[in-house]
Nanobody, 123 residues
Framework: VQLQASGGGLVQPGGSLRLSCAAS????????MGWFRQAPEKEREFVAA????????AAADSVKGRFTISRDNAKNTVYLQMNSLKPEDTAVYYC?????????????????WGQGTEVTVSS
């Protein structure tokens, strides 16, 4: 499966962005989908994940209450709605697909990766 992330950009603190991850090659409904991020000189970290159906989700403590992951299997697309953005959210955001039914929180748990989209939160 090929993944294409988009929607990043420059936003002021307190602002919002919605990232999209479009899948091709295979239907995304077969995969658990996740978002990760990597800030400069830091390791890639888990942000959020959604189950095959979208009924179950998980999120890192640092983004709970601010970020929401969702999916539209008919459009083969996964979204990350990011609200109340903070400067520490600045990073390259990656979407990833996992061919298991249970959540994974480590990058090694995921089988396919998109190319990343950059998010900068700054005034």
């Amino acid at each position: 499966v090929q993944l294409q992330a988009s929607g990043g950009g420059l936003v002021q603190p307190g602002g919002s962005l919605r990232l999209s991850c479009a899948a091709s090659g295979r239907t995304v409904s077969q995969y658990l989908m996740g978002w990760f991020r990597q800030a400069p000189e830091k390791e890639r970290e888990f942000v959020a994940a959604t189950s095959w159906s979208g009924r179950n989700t998980a999120a890192a403590d640092s983004v709970k209450g601010r970020f929401t992951i969702s999916r539209d299997n008919a459009k083969n697309t996964v979204y990350l709605q990011m609200n109340s953005l903070k400067p520490e959210d600045t990073a390259v955001y990656y979407c990833a697909a996992r061919g298991r039914s249970y959540f994974g929180y480590d990058p090694d748990d995921y089988d396919y990766w998109g190319q990343g989209t950059e998010v900068t939160v700054s005034s």
